[in-house]
């Protein structure tokens, strides 16, 4: 039986399990992995690209960061099809989208406001946006579907998120009492 003495892998120290076998350290997670290769710095390559762009984030955050608005600017459909989709999963309903089924009007069809379009000398801001593009289920049970999505304003897609139409009939019949329409 060979004996060896422990494996350095840059700043960890572990001992090989067999012989052809090294037990190593990743480090991006700090998960052990047996590796045939003594050099090898990370358990998989999730976490080498990871560590790889944070390397290259540091190098250059404000180029990064531009690169990052510039895209979320000239992809919002993009955008807005991967976030539904992320959705979707996650709640168990249908999709079957793509980035032409998304179209985003210059005018919110249901309250007739204008969506907010963002330009790139624009600084992002967090938060609720009451003008900006939201997608929106027509029938929500059926999910993102072809044809039972529309683009409507964040606004309108919030008064009719689970209200019914009774609901929003006395929400209307209060408004009229209270401004004498």
């Known amino acids: 039986m060979m004996t060896s003495s422990p494996v350095k892998n840059s700043t960890f120290t572990m001992k090989p399990s067999s012989a052809s076998d090294t037990w190593l350290v990743c480090q991006y997670c700090g998960k052990q ?4 290769r003594k050099d090898a710095k990370w358990c998989s390559s999730i976490c080498g690209n990871r560590k790889r762009n944070r390397a290259f984030y ?4 404000e180029r990064t960061k531009a690169n990052f608005k510039r895209s979320r600017i000239t992809h919002r459909e993009s955008l807005m099809l991967s976030r539904c989709k992320y959705r979707a999963r996650q709640r168990g309903i249908p999709f079957d989208l793509t980035k032409d089924d998304i179209v985003i009007p210059k005018t919110c069809p249901v309250l007739g406001i204008k969506l907010r379009q963002l330009l790139i000398e624009d ?3 967090k938060g ?3 003008n900006a593009p939201s ?3 027509v029938i929500p049970e059926l999910g993102y579907v072809k044809g039972n999505v529309r683009v409507i304003s964040a606004r309108a897609n919030l008064l009719k998120n689970d209200a019914t139409i009774s609901e929003l009939e006395l929400v209307l019949k209060d408004l009229k009492r209270l401004h004498g329409s």
Not at 58 to 61: A, D, I, L, V, W
């Open 33 to 36: 992995f047996t590796g045939k």
């Open 58 to 61: 540091n190098k250059s955050p």
């Open 123 to 125: 600084e992002p801001q």
């Open 128 to 130: 609720y946006h009451p």
């Open 135 to 137: 997608l929106d289920r």
